[in-house]
């Protein structure tokens, strides 16, 4: 129920969201029209389209995400195009009505676009305003990402009921602001005659906003609206949601329960464990059959960087503690396609000397159980079965340990440090380069779809911070570009100590690992500049002697294919 309130405070307060601000003058503009029955409906026309072109963009998303591998850009494509030529329209109503009678359009045009005035047609155009801005709209809120990430998966009919209210929420706003703007400028003659400068104007705003859309630049106005709003309208919704996802597994992640107890959670049961295969160092195992020790469940992935950090900390309380009653179950919920691969799993538990148990969680099962959102993530449950202490992503491993004491009953000097792991201000943000997270691209094209093209670097004189730049011809996919060219390149401008690179091909294949200057402050797995691929997992491939900003430019036979690059400091 609660979810079901702030899908709709969500979607009320998505129109003051960045992206939807800039967007209200054409919601306003294209319910303006005359007094009759037909024109007065134009403002419902228009938010109902709206709604139900953000439930179909929603599931066109999971469908193409999943089955058909489509870059959600794509549908950028027929949005900004849609918006365009309902601009042109506008822009140029003579010139089309005379291109409909010239080639007998006239009774297509009460179907389609037309003009505003004759007849079914009339409910064409504002049906496609919203039909063309769903997409944009529907980018706009957390509370829809949790829904298309969290609950669309597992629960398709909650999730369409959420979606639903949430588009509902939406609506009634937008129909409010559409209707008191209709009613402060629709008497005038100016904003109803479609040959007028208004209406022309519409139009140019229509055109404006559909190459913002196609080109991918809206993104950088919305940041730009974001950052210069004076108030934040997101905060009150993941405050809900925050609520939300934690109350229903633990109540609540609180302050310790006494002075003495760094216990942070009300007791609450455990869930089971749900679609684990592929055990390693182990059988199976249950919670109810871990019943009487304390158990540690942390959830990783095994080319993720955060993860490799907390991992020896990991493997010495299950070297400490094992002994007196703890265990250790590492759950790999997998980022990318490779990692769902029980090899690649059973290597990195070789390579990185894991020996407590670990199992796949290839379908996301137990961490939904969870209600996890993080890598790394530690829950950590007492001899009842209860989760008491729960530590989401890197650091705090002192504060993890004292917890772990405190269910088994020992007190001995601490093992790990304590405090949290130190981050570099400014420094360089994990960085993915496949289309469905792809972010901080330079040159030409200047967007990332999937498919093969060759590519025009930008200088790396002028890349941005955090930038990155191609030449030569790469396969782009999804969650990773793949080289089909001997002298394909990949530049980096980067802020950071340490460079890590997701990578991986079907054989051992040497990458050149270029720095400026002669430099040679290569990282543990390019030795001499060459960082050799064979299989898909992390690789380290520069390690400055201090906190720099500078370039790493790699080189990158055909068949590399090149998920993300992570940074340490």
Same mark, same amino acid.
């Given at each position: 129920?609660?979810l079901?309130?702030?899908?709709l405070?969500a &979607? +009320?307060?998505?129109?003051?969201?960045?992206c939807?601000l800039? #967007?209200?003058?054409?919601?306003?503009?294209?319910?303006?029209? *005359?007094?009759?029955?037909?024109?007065?409906?134009?403002?419902y026309?228009?938010?109902?389209?709206?709604?139900?072109s953000?439930?179909?963009?929603?599931?066109?998303?999971?469908?193409?995400?999943?089955?058909i591998n489509?870059?959600?850009?794509?549908?950028?494509?027929?949005?900004?195009?849609? #918006?365009?030529?309902?601009?042109?329209?506008?822009?140029?109503?003579?010139?089309w009505?005379?291109?409909?009678i010239?080639?007998?359009?006239?009774? %297509?045009?009460?179907?389609?676009?037309?003009?505003?005035?004759?007849?079914?047609?009339?409910?064409?155009?504002?049906?496609?305003?919203?039909?063309?801005?769903?997409?944009?709209?529907a980018?706009?809120?957390?509370?829809y990402?949790?829904?298309?990430?969290s609950?669309?998966?597992?629960?398709f %009919?909650?999730?369409?009921?959420?979606?639903?209210?949430?588009?509902? *929420?939406?609506?009634?706003?937008?129909?409010?602001?559409?209707?008191?703007?209709r009613?402060?400028?629709?008497r005038?003659?100016?904003?109803?005659?479609?040959?007028?400068l208004?209406?022309?104007l519409?139009?140019?705003?229509?055109?404006?906003?559909?190459?913002?859309?196609?080109?991918?630049?809206? /993104?950088?106005?919305?940041?730009?609206? %974001?950052?210069?709003?004076?108030?934040?309208?997101?905060?009150?919704e993941?405050l809900?949601?925050a609520?939300?996802?934690?109350?229903?597994?633990?109540?609540?992640?609180?302050?310790?329960?006494?002075?003495n107890?760094?216990?942070?959670?009300?007791?609450?049961?455990?869930?089971?464990?749900? &679609?684990?295969t592929?055990?390693?160092?182990?059988?199976?195992?249950t919670?109810?059959?871990?019943?009487?020790?304390?158990?540690?469940?942390?959830?990783? $992935?095994?080319?993720?960087?955060?993860? /490799?950090?907390?991992?020896?900390?990991?493997e010495?309380?299950?070297?400490?503690?094992?002994?007196?009653?703890?265990?250790?179950?590492?759950?790999?919920t997998?980022?990318?396609?490779?990692?769902?691969n029980?090899?690649?799993?059973?290597? %990195?538990?070789?390579?990185d000397?894991?020996?407590?148990?670990?199992?796949?969680?290839?379908?996301?099962?137990?961490?939904?159980?969870?209600q996890?959102?993080?890598?790394?993530?530690?829950y950590? /449950?007492?001899?009842?079965?209860n989760?008491?202490y729960?530590?989401?992503?890197?650091?705090?491993?002192?504060?993890?340990?004292?917890?772990?004491?405190?269910?088994?009953g020992?007190?001995?000097?601490?093992?790990?440090?304590?405090?949290?792991?130190?981050v570099?201000?400014?420094?360089?943000p994990?960085?993915?380069? *496949?289309?469905?997270?792809?972010?901080?691209?330079?040159?030409?094209?200047s967007?990332? $779809?999937?498919?093969?093209y060759?590519?025009?670097?930008?200088?790396?004189?002028n890349?941005?911070d955090?930038g990155? $730049?191609l030449? &030569?011809h790469?396969?782009?996919?999804a969650e990773?570009?793949?080289?089909v060219?001997?002298n394909?390149?990949?530049?980096f401008?980067?802020?950071?100590?340490?460079?890590?690179?997701?990578?991986?091909?079907?054989?051992?294949?040497?990458?050149?690992? &270029?720095?400026?200057?002669d430099?040679?402050?290569?990282?543990s797995?390019?030795p001499?500049? $060459?960082?050799?691929?064979?299989?898909s997992?992390?690789?380290? +491939?520069?390690?400055?002697?201090?906190?720099?900003?500078?370039?790493?430019?790699?080189?990158?036979?055909?068949?590399?294919?090149?998920?993300?690059?992570t940074?340490g400091?």
């Open positions: 129920m609660l079901l309130l702030i899908s405070v &979607g +009320i307060l998505t129109i003051l969201a960045p939807v800039p #967007l209200l003058p054409v919601i306003v503009g294209g319910s303006v029209a *005359g007094e009759e029955a037909k024109e007065r409906a134009r403002p026309v228009i938010a109902t389209s709206l709604a139900l953000i439930i179909g963009f929603t599931l066109l998303l999971k469908v193409s995400t999943l089955l489509l870059s959600p850009s794509a549908l950028n494509y027929v949005s900004g195009g849609l #918006l365009i030529a309902l601009g042109a329209v506008s822009i140029f109503p003579a010139t009505e005379q291109l409909m010239h080639l007998n359009w006239q009774a %297509a045009s009460q179907r389609f676009l037309g003009r505003g005035e004759r007849n079914h047609g009339k409910y064409a155009g504002p049906a496609l305003i919203g039909v063309a801005l769903g997409p944009v709209f980018s706009c809120s957390p509370t990402a949790f829904i298309l990430a609950v669309l998966p597992h629960s %009919a909650s999730g369409l009921v959420y979606l639903a209210v949430y588009s509902l *929420g939406l609506v009634a706003a937008l129909l409010l602001v559409a209707l008191a703007g009613k402060a400028i629709g005038a003659r100016w904003a109803v005659d479609t040959h007028s208004f209406r022309r519409i139009g140019i705003l229509f055109v404006l906003i559909g190459v913002a859309v196609l080109s991918g630049s809206q /993104i950088k106005i919305e940041t730009w609206v %974001a950052n210069h709003l004076p108030f934040d309208e997101t905060r009150l993941r809900l949601l609520r939300q996802n934690k109350s229903s597994l633990v109540n609540t992640i609180s302050s310790a329960m006494d002075n107890s760094v216990l942070n959670v009300t007791p609450a049961p455990a869930p089971e464990f749900a &679609g684990l592929n055990w390693i160092n182990s059988p199976p195992l919670i109810a059959g871990l019943r009487g020790k304390v158990v540690l469940v942390d959830f990783w $992935t095994y080319s993720c960087i955060n993860c /490799i950090r907390s991992l020896p900390y990991v010495k309380w299950y070297q400490t503690y094992h002994s007196q009653g703890l265990e250790i179950v590492g759950v790999n997998p980022e990318f396609a490779f990692e769902h029980p090899a690649n799993v059973q290597a %990195a538990v070789v390579h000397g894991i020996r407590y148990p670990v199992a796949l969680d290839n379908n996301d099962d137990t961490w939904n159980a969870f996890n959102d993080s890598w790394p993530a530690d950590l /449950i007492d001899r009842a079965g989760i008491r729960v530590s989401l992503g890197e650091g705090e491993y002192g504060t993890t340990e004292k917890a772990i004491q405190e269910l088994l020992v007190k001995q000097p601490l093992r790990t440090p304590t405090g949290n792991v130190p570099t201000q400014n420094q360089s994990e960085t993915y380069f *496949g289309t469905n997270r792809q972010q901080d691209y330079s040159g030409s094209p967007s990332l $779809t999937n498919g093969t060759e590519f025009s670097p930008t200088a790396a004189g890349l941005p955090n990155w $730049t030449s &030569g790469w396969q782009i996919g990773s570009i793949t080289s060219d001997p394909a390149q990949l530049t401008q980067f802020s950071a100590k340490d460079v890590y690179m997701v990578a991986g091909s079907d054989q051992a294949i040497p990458v050149n690992v &270029g720095l400026p200057g430099s040679s402050n290569y990282g797995d390019a001499g500049g $060459t960082a050799t691929v064979n299989g997992r992390l690789y380290h +491939i520069v390690s400055l002697p201090s906190f720099d900003s500078t370039t790493v430019t790699l080189s990158v036979p055909p068949g590399v294919s090149l998920y993300t690059f940074f400091s």
